[in-house]
């Protein structure tokens, strides 16, 4: 096991604070932090902030548990807080339940040397020692875990050099990628967004020596994000100024645009905001995007197209893991011929379709809603680093048949008759072609998703993204309802690929 040592100066008790936050930022379910000082070196400070900090409340009662061994607290990473100073013998902590906490949480231990060998392998050591007016932080641990915690401190010297390195931390979102989210607040100022995005890992390569990430032209680094951003800024659309970054670390610090949500409090779709939707799309297809964005001297961004090899690869993704998640075996090569000439033919179709920026995951979670605004202000745009050159019914399907929500095939047609009557308002429109470009690139981008929500499980280990199967299918069963689907539709049936079971 290799090890790592961070070392950080904390000349004050509320730079102490701000260390236990970062270690927060940075916790999982299982890391073990054994905290090690004299009296008074701060070790409560550091768990109180910690904790307050996964809470998301900075006045929370975090008492000592001196006298009852330990104190566990909810949250997204549920955290028990050991004191072991009255520990009789490291037996005692499986008394306490210690493995079976960490199954599902994080321990803080102070007065860790009493548990002698009982602390698991992977524990982080963080010793605070006295230094000139202040105290030294010391943390020791296996590399792989260190790494995170020194991500989250780098993180923190990235916000001082941007002026607001006292600023608390908090989580905010995570989604299915690497990256993550905080708000971070100072005093006196608008809270805002700091944005972690490591450099993308390509994985092993799939076809052609290219990684699926390669082939499917996902974004590799920052640049993307802050291109694509300064391109929907120029042409009005709302998504969030950057105060500052890091390209090569992947780091930056983004106006709030605002926690109002596109669906209803009750998490059900508006039909009027899906319609505000479908018409800013218009308002944007109407524009001649550039294909190569200058994000700062010497340094450009070259919009990739939604190529065949792209699509068919991420149509792939049902062949690869939801038929086998279905039958419980890997998709025949029988099947898999067929697939592609079924996807080949239909991709064929595409080839005169309208072509511009395709955000590629424009729904309801990448939308906030500002109902104070006026017209397109009203939306402000999240998550559009992947974007593409390709055909303009995408994101029309990618709203209209939300991946994360139910929409009725009410909304959906009212979401679609708007995007087509902003389309010809402004000018000639071929709504026929239109039409039959949106059940293909919804029934592609449909059979994507089942693939991807069932290797979320399988591979990365959130089955959560299971739940949503029955509605995808839906989806992909009015996608291949269209007249020119209907050699994809008999194949799909074939298969069983519709059926309604569970993986």
């Known amino acids: 096991m290799v090890s790592r040592v961070l070392q950080r100066f904390l000349p004050d008790e509320a730079a102490t604070a701000r260390l236990g936050e970062d270690l927060a930022m940075a916790l999982k379910a299982g890391d073990v932090l054994a905290l090690r000082g004299d009296v008074g070196a701060g070790k409560s400070t550091l768990a109180r902030a910690l904790i307050r900090a996964l809470a998301d409340d900075g006045t929370l009662e975090v008492p000592s548990p001196t006298f009852t061994l330990v104190q566990s607290y909810a949250g997204p990473v549920p955290v028990h807080h050991f004191d072991l100073y009255r ?8 008394e306490l339940g210690f493995e079976e906490m960490l199954a599902g949480g994080a321990a803080l231990v102070e007065w860790a040397e009493r548990a002698e060998d009982r602390l698991p392998h992977g524990t982080v050591t963080v010793e605070l020692l006295p230094e000139a007016d202040g105290r030294l932080a010391r943390l020791t ?18 916000l001082a050099g941007a002026g607001w390195g006292e600023a608390s931390r908090r989580r905010f979102l995570t989604d299915a990628s690497a990256r993550a989210y905080e708000i971070v607040r100072k005093q006196g100022h608008a809270p805002r ?13 799939l076809r052609g020596g290219r990684s699926y990430a390669e082939i499917v032209h996902t974004a590799r680094n920052l640049t993307a994000f802050i291109a694509i951003g300064k391109a929907l800024a120029e042409a009005g659309v709302s998504v969030p100024e950057i105060y500052a970054d890091d390209l090569e670390q992947g780091f930056a610090l983004l106006e709030h645009l605002g926690s109002g949500r596109f669906l209803d409090d009750g998490g059900r779709p508006v039909a009027d905001r899906y319609v505000a939707a479908a018409e800013l ?3 944007m297809h109407r524009r001649r995007w550039p294909q190569e964005i200058e994000v700062r001297p010497g340094v450009r961004h070259v919009v990739p197209p939604f190529d065949r090899d792209a699509m068919m690869t991420e149509a792939e993704l049902l062949v690869d893991w939801y038929v086998p998640a279905m039958s419980g075996a890997p998709a025949s090569e029988r099947l898999r011929d067929g697939f592609r000439r079924a996807w080949g033919a239909l991709i064929d179709r595409l080839e005169g379709s309208e072509k511009t920026l395709v955000l590629r995951d424009f729904h309801s979670p990448n939308i906030l809603w500002r ?7 009203r939306l402000g745009i999240l998550d559009y680093q992947d974007a593409l050159i390709g055909p303009s019914a995408y994101d029309v399907a990618s709203l209209a048949m939300d991946a994360r929500v139910t929409v009725p095939e009410a909304i959906e047609q009212d979401t679609l008759d708007a995007y087509v009557a902003a389309r010809r308002a402004r000018g000639p429109f071929g709504e026929s072609e239109f039409r039959e470009a949106y059940a293909i690139m919804a029934a592609q981008r449909n059979s994507k998703i089942l693939g991807i929500f069932v290797r979320l499980d399988r591979r990365d280990g959130k089955p959560a993204y299971l739940r949503h199967l029955p509605r995808i299918r839906a989806y992909l069963r009015r996608a291949l309802a269209h007249p020119a689907l209907a050699g994809l539709r008999a194949f799909y049936e074939e298969h069983g690929i519709l059926q309604e079971r569970m993986p």
């Not at 520990?87 to 005692?92: G, H, I, P, T």
């Not at 967004?193 to 390569?205: E, H, W």
């Not at 109902?371 to 202000?377: K, L, M, V």
């Open 371 to 377: 109902g104070d605004r006026a017209g397109h202000d």
């Open 281 to 283: 799309l218009a308002f």
């Open 193 to 205: 967004v700091l944005m972690d995005s490591p450099p993308l890992v390509l994985g092993p390569p």
């Open 141 to 158: 641990g296996d590399e792989a875990v260190m790494r995170r915690f020194s991500r989250s401190l780098a993180l923190r010297e990235f």
């Open 87 to 94: 520990l009789a013998d490291a037996s005692e902590l499986d």
